[in-house]
Each structure stands twice: as C-alpha cells, then as structure tokens.
C-alpha cells in the first residue's frame, strides 16, 4: 500500500468514527444556549443547521430535553453565559492547535 492509499484509508476511518461517535455535533451546553436565544449568528447558524436540517436525532432529543427541563426549572442566565463561553472558547482553542 502505498502513502496516497493509506491516507485515503486513514480518512474513511475518520469519516466513520465522526458518524458513530457524533463529533460533529455541537456540545451540549451550545445546544441549552441555543435553546435559549443565547448564541450570535455564527455558532447558531450552525445548531440551527444540525438540529432543523441535517436533523440529528440525538440532538433533537437533546433539544426536547432542554427545552422540557427549562419549563420546570428555568436555568439561570448567568450559568448559561458561562457555559457557552466555555464551550466556545474550547472551540477557539481546539482551532488554533490545527
Ligand atoms: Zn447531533
């Protein structure tokens, strides 16, 4: 086998590893601040895209969830903001090591 074949090898694995272990979909805490307004343009756009068109089933689960558990017990806005600071910042940070 030679270089190009591995590497194409390499890649179908990571196509499948991304599709079964659900890397690509946005972090939790991203979905509750989407859930809540909370997300600018960018990241929204994104979530909106996952959840309403591609339509992740795990995801859609998630959001229900979310959204059943804000009916209950409103989480505070503080907490929120945080989380997505978290998770964008890892994002940012997951990014730039490319
Ligand atoms: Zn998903």
């Not at 890649?11 to 979905?31: A, F, K, Y």
């Not at 409103?74 to 940012?92: D, N």
């Amino acid at each position: 086998m030679d270089r190009e074949q591995r590497d194409l090898v390499l890649e179908q694995d990571v196509g499948l590893i991304w599709r079964e272990e659900r890397v690509s979909c946005p972090h939790e805490d991203l979905l509750r601040a989407w859930v809540e307004g909370g997300l600018e343009a960018g990241p929204g756009g994104f979530v909106a895209f996952h959840v309403e068109t591609a339509r992740c089933p795990w995801c859609s689960v998630k959001v229900q969830e979310i959204r059943e558990a804000r009916e209950g017990r409103p989480v505070p806005e503080k907490a929120v903001e945080k989380a997505t600071e978290k998770a964008l910042r890892s994002t940012f940070l997951g990014l730039r090591r490319k």
